[in-house]
């Protein structure tokens, strides 16, 4: 819990009913996330085999089981994957500026990383971030995880990189109460997650991956 030391974010007060996050916590919520999605692909695994074992004639309904079980962990992904996705309005006239501002808050790689992906790297306690216009990315030591957040400003008619500028901020101010306010949109494997990314955005996820897998484990 954050001391009177600590600088947090306002937001926090909206969700008073969420602890806030640790490293440990997230860790806790992606092994319960694994779990899930491995119950939903038994749920129906299970029945395709009773059907093709008990009458083989029924394939096509084991078929169509077999297709839910692959179809529901990729629909997670996909949900997840959306949040880093470009969306709202593009502000085009305004973007250059909020461009350069941006750019004043990054370090040169992470900033031509940004400028061809969209998506600006940030280390930090929990991991290596991934910041976007509505969301977020969280490569946690190892790289082999990754946990994606919902979380988007108030002002929506701001230019993309003044959205992303506003996210990587608050992520600075108080990296557990971003965690915390943000919403969880899905936490699995990398591989999923890369599949579903715009072929523009798979750099950043590349480059995060990288740096993830350098740190040390908690």
């Not at 990383?113 to 969280?138: C, D, K, P, S, Y």
Request: a positive charge; hydrophobic letters at 50%.
């Amino acid at each position: 819990m954050a001391t009177a030391a600590e600088p947090s974010l306002p937001e926090l007060g909206a969700v008073p009913w969420r602890e806030r996050a640790t490293a440990s916590s997230l860790a806790a919520f992606g092994r319960l996330w694994t779990a899930w999605t491995a119950l939903s692909v038994v749920t129906f695994l299970v029945p395709a085999a009773v059907l093709l074992v008990l009458e083989p004639l029924t394939f096509p309904v084991g078929l169509g089981c077999l297709a839910h079980a692959w179809i529901i962990p990729e629909l997670y992904a996909n949900r997840g994957v959306g949040v880093v996705r470009a969306k709202g309005a593009r502000n085009r006239p305004a973007e250059s500026v909020a461009q350069g501002l941006l750019g004043d808050l990054l370090a040169h790689d992470p900033r031509e990383l940004q400028r061809q992906t969209g998506l600006a790297l940030e280390r930090g306690r929990l991991g290596v971030w991934l910041i976007g216009e509505a969301g977020a990315l969280l490569l946690p030591p190892g790289g082999r995880r990754v946990h994606c957040f919902c979380v988007a400003t108030r002002e929506r008619e701001l230019p993309p990189s003044d959205r992303v500028a506003h996210l990587l901020l608050a992520l600075r101010t108080d990296e557990e109460g971003f965690a915390t306010v943000a919403n969880r949109a899905f936490s699995g494997a990398v591989w999923r997650v890369r599949r579903r990314l715009a072929p523009g955005q798979r750099p950043a996820l590349a480059a995060g991956v990288e740096r993830a897998r350098g740190l040390p484990r908690a």
